[in-house]
């Protein structure tokens, strides 16, 4: 079984940048609506599964890329 180690996600979707660093076996992401939990749910969907599983438009407004870093 694959286990993820850290996630560093910039411009990616809604995010500006987010850093997940588990340290169990459960990881809650929460937060009000349009906060991007959707988004960090998208960007390690796109990590795993490359530009198949990547939206139509991965880079975030006003930004010139996106990086994802699983």
Do not use: C
């Not at 969907?45 to 990086?67: C, I, M, S």
């Amino acid at each position: 079984m694959s286990k993820i180690l850290k996630l560093d996600v910039s411009g990616f979707k809604r995010l500006r940048a987010a850093r997940i660093t588990p340290d169990g076996a459960l990881v809650e992401i929460t937060g009000k609506n349009g906060q991007g939990k959707s988004s960090v749910l998208d960007a390690i969907q796109a990590a795993l599964g490359g530009t198949r599983r990547a939206p139509e438009t991965p880079v975030r407004r006003g930004y010139d890329k996106a990086e994802i870093v699983l």
